[in-house]
């Protein structure tokens, strides 16, 4: 059974940092692809960063970049984001999802499987 389980949002004020953790079970982790998606109410799931767990290959969206960076860690299954300087417009539940062959990465739509999302507040 393929599971992902986030942690680690929370609230941080403006230009603060925060950082989230992706475990991933049920699932060979090095086969995969991994982002990490967001959603803000009244708005459409976005994709911010992805980790080709094979090659190590990353890329991030144009509203994070310089701000975020993702990592991996084999042997526990797990795969980071890490924010600086986040902003209000930040605030949204993040996703990490699964997928063995996204053909667009940062789209949503590509990924079969999802975390349960955590909340990221950035507000003073």
């Known amino acids: 059974q393929v599971q992902l389980v986030e942690s680690g949002g929370g609230w941080v004020q403006p230009g603060g940092s925060l950082g989230l953790s992706c475990q991933v079970s049920g699932f060979h982790f090095d086969a995969y692809v991994l982002g990490w998606f967001r959603q803000a109410p009244g708005k459409e799931r976005e994709g911010i960063a992805y980790?080709?767990?094979?090659?190590?290959?990353?890329d991030y969206a144009e509203s994070v970049k310089g701000r975020c960076t993702i990592s991996k860690d084999d042997e526990k299954n797990t795969v980071s984001l890490r924010m600086h300087n986040l902003k209000p417009e930040d605030t949204a539940v993040y996703y990490c999802?699964?997928?063995?062959?996204?053909?667009?990465?940062?789209?949503?739509?590509?990924?079969?499987?999802w975390g349960q999302g955590t909340q990221v507040t950035v507000s003073s």
């Open positions: 980790i080709n767990i094979i090659n190590g290959n990353t």
């Open positions: 999802a699964a997928d063995p062959l996204p053909l667009v990465p940062l789209a949503p739509n590509q990924y079969d499987y």
